[in-house]
């Protein structure tokens, strides 16, 4: 079992849509739980940063994490076309970080 | 700053062919880590450094070299390349490690015939 499963998409949705991006994972130690956001041919960038359950906003961005499922969801609303692009999961424990194998994300004008 | 630069953008190389892909930091971060990025297969770790003159193997080590002589710079090698290197590779940093931030270059785009 992967130890972060992340569904690749693609994901196509028109601009002003509330977009749902998930993953899942299996190991207990992971404590920190990230949102990273990656343009075509350009380095991932961090987009949203938690470590507990519960929610965090910011802006147009919601990072929703459930310790008990196992189980993190990044909300965008009042998508952009500028949204448009690859995210990606990751979760780190102290020793190391493990990203999802990403979702790519497509805004239609 | 310039913050993490990589070098070259772009290479081709033939089988056997050995290499140095170069990265540098100018934000006096302790961590640094090499990653891989293919297609369906998300980042993965090749290795890391938490300071100079320490280097660990990450995930996917074979194949692959570092050193850590200064905090600023963490060059990859590839020792024999094989057409299975062919890939896009990262290279990032952090202050505090695998729970902090992770910035990221531009990545180098390789591919091995």
């Known amino acids: 079992q992967k130890e972060v499963e992340q569904d690749p998409g693609p994901l196509s949705v028109p601009e002003g849509a509330i977009v749902s991006l998930n993953c899942t994972y299996s190991n207990s130690a992971f404590q920190y739980f990230m949102w990273y956001r990656q343009y075509s041919r350009k380095g991932p960038e961090l987009l949203m940063y938690t470590y507990s359950s519960g929610n965090k906003e910011d802006g147009r961005f919601t990072a929703q994490v459930d310790k008990s499922s196992k189980y993190i969801s990044l909300f965008i609303r009042d998508s952009q076309p500028s949204d448009s692009a690859t995210y990606l999961c990751a979760y780190s424990s102290a020793s190391k970080i493990i990203f999802g194998s990403g979702t790519r994300l497509s805004i239609r004008p | 700053n310039a913050g993490v630069t990589q070098t070259p953008k772009f290479q081709v190389l033939k089988t056997g062919q050995s290499m140095t892909l170069q990265c540098a930091q100018d934000m006096n971060h302790e961590y640094m880590s090499w990653y891989r990025q293919d297609p369906g297969m998300g980042l993965r770790l090749i290795h890391y450094?938490?300071?100079?003159?320490?280097?660990d193997q990450g995930e996917v080590p074979n194949g692959y070299n570092v050193s850590r002589s200064t905090t600023e710079d963490f060059p990859l090698r590839l020792l024999s390349a094989a057409p299975s290197q062919t890939s896009v590779y990262f290279c990032a940093s952090s202050g505090q490690g695998s729970t902090d931030t992770q910035y990221f270059g531009p990545g180098t785009r390789l591919t091995v015939l």
């Open positions: 450094s938490v300071g100079a003159g320490i280097t």
